[in-house]
């Protein structure tokens, strides 16, 4: 291997630093293991509603099976990390039954996909301008969340972390508050090694859950995830899911929460993810009646709309259901004459779960 590549390698990763990344490293671009059981995944129809994590290839298959699927030409991914924890309370040390959970990661001031696209940017610049006259044809491509690619695998095999029984990345000394981002490249560079597993005889992410949504260590059937249910699914929430659900409206957090590796995590330095204010702990009761108006303005740039108006509402009401306060029983009573049915019903059940209290 010339030594213009290894002169790269560390540019890319002394640029990732520059950019205010905790984390990087490099993996080869080839199938693993964890990749090879995606399929099956898929098929046993885990994925839920997420019918963009079945995109297939014109030959059908499944793009993120594998990246000669989608890039033949890269030959290396270079991952980076960056963390996002704060330091306030975890979702489990938190007591507020008029309050609901937003996840840690949406409570930031500014959409992580945009944050860590920025940082991206500066990493795949100095490659190329690293790159420039060895290898002019260079071809680079990043991703935050928004590509046929698996990031936690390649994450695996760069070092950065190993892949937790509640399948998020675990680093050794940050924990698993991390966003990621990739840069597939078709320079063939020296891989890092892989990290290793370091959650040993450990379960308490499986046995945290309320939803029992990870099935085993490392197998997680997203259509009983809080986070999945709260953010992607669409319509009516399941019945029998809906007490599990507790108080979060969007996303979830436990199986991180009770993580003995997030125990010490330090707390992010990047200004763009400290929370926004109201986002910790919102009032349910605001959250079940938000116009759509205010709605729109209140998480402008944030990932909670991915929710979409109606699906915090639903969420709302749910969490209020479980909440135990009968003094919400007057907003309920309202919001079942609601003119969107989706929230309606779910006012409905609220209000017969909190009757039982009586």
Request: glycine share 6%.
């Amino acid at each position: 291997m010339s030594s213009s590549i290894h002169h790269v390698e560390s540019i890319v990763k002394a640029a990732a630093r520059q950019a205010g990344f905790d984390l990087a490293g490099i993996a080869p671009a080839n199938d693993s293991p964890e990749l090879q059981s995606f399929p099956e995944w898929i098929a046993a129809g885990h994925a839920g509603e997420m019918k963009y994590m079945e995109a297939r290839d014109e030959q059908g298959a499944l793009k993120r099976a594998s990246l000669s699927h989608v890039a033949p030409w890269a030959r290396s991914v270079i991952v980076c990390a960056i963390n996002y924890n704060t330091d306030h309370p975890y979702s489990t040390a938190t007591k507020d039954s008029a309050g609901g959970w937003i996840s840690r990661y949406a409570w930031s001031r500014e959409d992580y996909h945009d944050a860590v696209l920025r940082r991206l940017k500066q990493v795949e610049a100095a490659m190329h301008q690293a790159m420039q006259a060895a290898d002019p044809s260079l071809t680079t491509r990043s991703y935050v969340d928004t590509g046929p690619i698996v990031e936690r695998v390649f994450a695996k095999y760069a070092g950065v972390g190993w892949i937790g029984k509640n399948t998020c990345i675990i680093n050794q000394k940050i924990g698993s508050w991390l966003f990621l981002g990739v840069i597939l490249t078709s320079l063939e560079l020296t891989a890092d090694l892989p990290a290793p597993d370091r959650c040993g005889t450990c379960t308490r992410c499986i046995d945290a859950c309320p939803t029992d949504a990870i099935l085993g260590p490392y197998k997680l059937d997203a259509n009983r995830c809080i986070s999945y249910l709260t953010i992607e699914k669409g319509g009516s929430i399941p019945e029998d899911l809906r007490a599990g659900m507790g108080r979060h409206v969007f996303g979830c957090d436990i199986c991180q929460d009770v993580c003995p590796w997030n125990r010490k995590a330090p707390a992010s330095t990047a200004s763009e993810f400290s929370p926004r204010e109201g986002l910790v702990n919102p009032a349910l009761d605001w959250l079940a009646e938000v116009s759509a108006e205010e709605f729109r303005e209140t998480f402008r740039g944030s990932p909670v709309r991915r929710a979409k108006h109606s699906g915090l509402r639903r969420n709302a009401l749910i969490a209020i259901g479980n909440s135990g306060q009968t003094q919400f029983l007057p907003l309920v009573n309202e919001l079942s004459e609601d003119e969107d049915e989706c929230v309606a019903e779910s006012a409905r059940w609220a209000s017969a779960r909190l009757r039982k209290l009586l």
